[in-house]
T-cell receptor, first 116, second 109 residues
Framework: NAGVTQTPKFQVLKTGQSMTLQCAQD?????MSWYRQDPGMGLRLIHY???????DQGEVPNGYNVSRSTTEDFPLRLLSAAPSQTSVYFC???????????????FGSGTRLTVV | GIQVEQSPPDLILQEGANSTLRCNFS?????LQWFHQNPWGQLINLFY?????KQNGRLSATTVATERYSLLYISSSQTTDSGVYFC???????????WGAGTKLIIKP
């Protein structure tokens, strides 16, 4: 049982380049999310999805796109990389239970992205 | 939006010591979670605790929702407890997690 798999682990981009961060989970969780973590700060939500075909913006969505064509996969696309997007990116999955609270949060191992 | 404040920002202790980490939040929430991020960056959920008290081994957590704070207790600290402890609250409206800035804990042998 792999949990949440993120690739790549490290990436260096030049300003203006685009790329896709991959995220896959094998727990059949309906909820998936992307966060960025900057030094000295907590995680900030970029985009999230409550199920296949449904995505929505988080706190810091600008410069990023997502799609959710299957339950398992939730890729994050950087459209035109900027130095301000240098960060560590985490993908997470969870499930909704009871009165609508998310449980079972499982995080990928992270992608360290540097934009030069 | 909801504000989440954690204290202290940094904590250095000797192995065997006890510690209390605090999380204050500014509005009603669906749920509150504590996470541990180890020195290699891996994030692990410790507790889901919208109210009341839970214990798991040497760790316990208490949330007083009416006063909008939560406490994480670590007893008999071990070097493997080192890392950053985050508190995250879930918005009532849309399941989004809002994270505090974390408490960096260093346990010295």
């Amino acid at each position: 049982n792999a949990g949440v798999t993120q690739t790549p682990k490290f990436q260096v981009l030049k300003t203006g380049q685009s790329m896709t961060l991959q995220c896959a989970q094998d727990m059949n969780h309906e909820y998936m999310s992307w966060y960025r973590q900057d030094p000295g700060m907590g995680l900030r939500l970029i985009h999230y999805s409550v199920g296949a075909g449904i995505t929505d913006q988080g706190e810091v969505p600008n410069g990023y796109n997502v799609s959710r064509s299957t339950t398992e996969d939730f890729p994050l696309r950087l459209l035109s990389a900027a130095p301000s997007q240098t960060s560590v990116y985490f993908c997470a999955s969870s499930y909704v239970e009871g009165r609508g609270t998310n449980y079972g949060y499982t995080f990928g191992s992270g992608t360290r992205l540097t934009v030069v | 939006g909801i504000q989440v404040e954690q204290s202290p920002p940094d904590l250095i202790l000797q192995e065997g010591a006890n510690s209390t980490l605090r999380c204050n939040f500014s509005d009603s929430v669906n749920n509150l979670q504590w996470f541990h991020q180890n020195p290699w960056g891996q994030l692990i959920n410790l507790f889901y605790i919208p109210s009341g008290t839970k214990q798991n081994g040497r760790l316990s957590a208490t949330t007083v929702a009416t006063e909008r704070y939560s406490l994480l207790y670590i007893s008999s600290s071990q070097t493997t407890d080192s890392g950053v402890y985050f508190c995250a609250v879930e918005r009532v409206s849309n399941y989004q997690l809002i994270w505090g800035a974390g408490t960096k804990l260093i346990i010295k042998p």
